[in-house]
């Protein structure tokens, strides 16, 4: 059986409170939305995440952060932790996006110990990998997507804590998109690894596809084999959009 395919929006650092009329629109529009087994979350700044979860408790929009620290609590000023984010109410968190790998220089291994405390708090890790423009012109994808899985992949993930992004990071808010064959080829590949490293879960862990992904694109690259959903960034932020995009499941 093919797992439950979940929508995820990765709001970055965008969304003041006036956002919250664009959430609460997602969340009624994904309340109505004809398919029953599909999951919708929204993960918006943290400022917004005590709010927004707030706002959608109890309906069929979970809220997720876009980050966590490996503690639990301490003094690391600016950071938050995976409790925190659970307290707040979230049931996600976005771990190592590429965005914060390039711009905080986060490794695999942080990645892994950070998805670690996400599952002890009882959150879903979202962990991203994805190759940079060169990479995939040296032919390099697979070995760097190969290496990202292996080393951001934390012990005890199970079809219900983990979820895997490839988010080829020269898709991102760029407007290119792979080719479905691509897609294919890179999605079947962490599919093999992840037998190889948690059979028992492998077949039930959902690997979505992020970078580009619109309302025009979305049917052909929710269709490819081995893609259980789409983790959007920018046109996520419009309801209409995002609603748009999850209609690839009706
Ligand atoms: P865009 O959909 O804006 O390309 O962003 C994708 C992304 O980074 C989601 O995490």
Known sequence: ??????????????????????????????????????????????????????????????????????????????????????????????????????????????????????????????????????????????KVVEAQVDGSLPPGATADNLVIAYEPVWAIGTGLTPTAADVAEVHAFIRAQLKRLVPDAADGVRILYGGSVKPANAAELMAVANVNGALIGGASLKCDDFIRIAAAYK
């Not at 956002?19 to 599909?38: G, M, T, Y």
């Open 1 to 142: 059986m093919n797992p439950r395919p979940l929508v995820a929006g990765n709001w970055k650092m965008n969304g003041l409170k006036a956002a919250f009329a664009e959430l609460s629109a997602i969340r009624d529009a994904v309340s109505q939305f004809p398919k029953e087994n599909v999951d919708f979350a929204i993960c918006p700044p943290a400022t917004l995440v005590s709010a927004a979860a707030d706002m959608t408790r109890g309906t069929r929009l979970k809220i997720g952060g876009q980050d966590c620290h490996t503690k639990i609590s301490g003094a690391h000023t600016g950071d938050i932790s995976a409790a925190m984010l659970a307290d707040a109410g979230a049931a996600y968190v976005i771990l190592g996006h590429s965005e914060r790998r390039a711009d905080h220089h986060e490794s695999d291994a942080l990645v892994r110990a950070k998805a670690e405390a996400a599952i002890r708090a009882g959150l879903v890790a979202v962990v991203c990998v994805g190759e940079t423009k060169d990479q995939r012109v040296a032919g390099d994808t697979l």
